[in-house]
C-alpha cells in the first residue's frame, strides 16, 4: 500500500491511451452519459444530495493532495497554490454545487470543462506515475470530478451558458492571465504556464517559444469556449427557425 503514495515511483510507466487511460476515459464518459437518464427521474431531494455529494469529494480529493505535498515536503507557494485554471475551478465548482451560483457556473463550464478535458487526455504533469498510484489517481478523480459536475448541472440542474456568458468567461480569463503573469513575476512561479513552457510534455510544445505561444493560446483558447458553446448555438438557431407555437 505505501508505494502507491510514495513520491518516487518505479513501478510501470503510464501509457498515454493505454488500457488503464482508455478505461478511465470511459468511466468519466460513462458517468456523463448517465445523467440523461437521471434527469429524468431525479426530484430536488436527490439533485441536492447530489451536489452536495460532488461538492464533499471534490474538496476532499484537492484536499488530500495537498495534504500528500505537505507529507513529503514538496508543498510551496511556487507550485501548490490554487491558482492553475483547474484548480481554481475546482473550489470554484464546490462553491457552486452548493449555492446554485450561475455566474460561478459560467466558469466552470468553459474552463473548468475545457480545461479538465484536456488534462484526462493528456496528464501530463502526473504521468510520472501509473495506476493506481494516489497522484494519478487524484488528478483523474479530480479532472473527471469536474467534468461531471458541468455536465451535471447542465443536463439535470438545467443550467446553460449564453452569448453573454462566452463573452463574459474571455473577458474574465484574459484579465486572470495578466494577474498571474505578473504574480509569476514576484514569487517565481509558473502558474497558467505563461512564464515558460513546462518542463513536462504538453500541447503547449506545439506552439511557437516563449512568449510568442502566449498569443496562441488566445486563439487556441478562444475555439475551445466556442466548441464548448456550439451545441447551445445550434439549439438556439433551431428554435428560432422552428418556435413552439401553442396550438390551443
Known sequence: MEKYFALIYDGTPF??????????????????????????????KERKTVRWIFAIAIVANETALHIWSV???????????????????????????????????????????????????????AAAYNFPHFRLMQTFIAHGLLINI????????????????????????NIYMIVIFFLNLA???????????PDFPTLLDMLSPWPWYILEL????????FILYIPFLIKDWRTRRHPVTDSS
Request: hydrophobic content about 55%; charged content about 10%; proline content about 2%.
Open 15 to 44: 501509457i498515454l491511451f493505454g488500457t488503464a487511460h482508455l478505461t478511465a476515459l470511459a468511466i468519466i464518459t460513462l458517468f456523463c452519459f448517465s445523467f440523461l437518464y437521471f434527469r429524468k427521474v431525479w426530484g430536488e
Open 71 to 125: 507529507y513529503w515536503g514538496i508543498w510551496n507557494i511556487q507550485t501548490m497554490l490554487p491558482l492553475h485554471m483547474c484548480s481554481v475551478m475546482i473550489w470554484a465548482s464546490a462553491y457552486m454545487l452548493v449555492t446554485k451560483n450561475y455566474g460561478i457556473y459560467e466558469m466552470v463550464y468553459f474552463l473548468g470543462l475545457g480545461g479538465a478535458m484536456q488534462a484526462v487526455l493528456t496528464p501530463a504533469d
Open 150 to 173: 458541468a455536465i451535471y448541472m447542465t443536463l439535470v440542474e438545467g443550467f446553460r451558458p449564453t452569448l453573454q456568458s462566452f463573452k463574459r468567461v474571455f473577458i474574465w480569463t
Open 187 to 197: 514569487i517565481g512561479s509558473n502558474y497558467l504556464f505563461v512564464a515558460y513552457k
Open 218 to 225: 488566445e486563439a487556441v483558447g478562444f475555439a475551445i469556449l
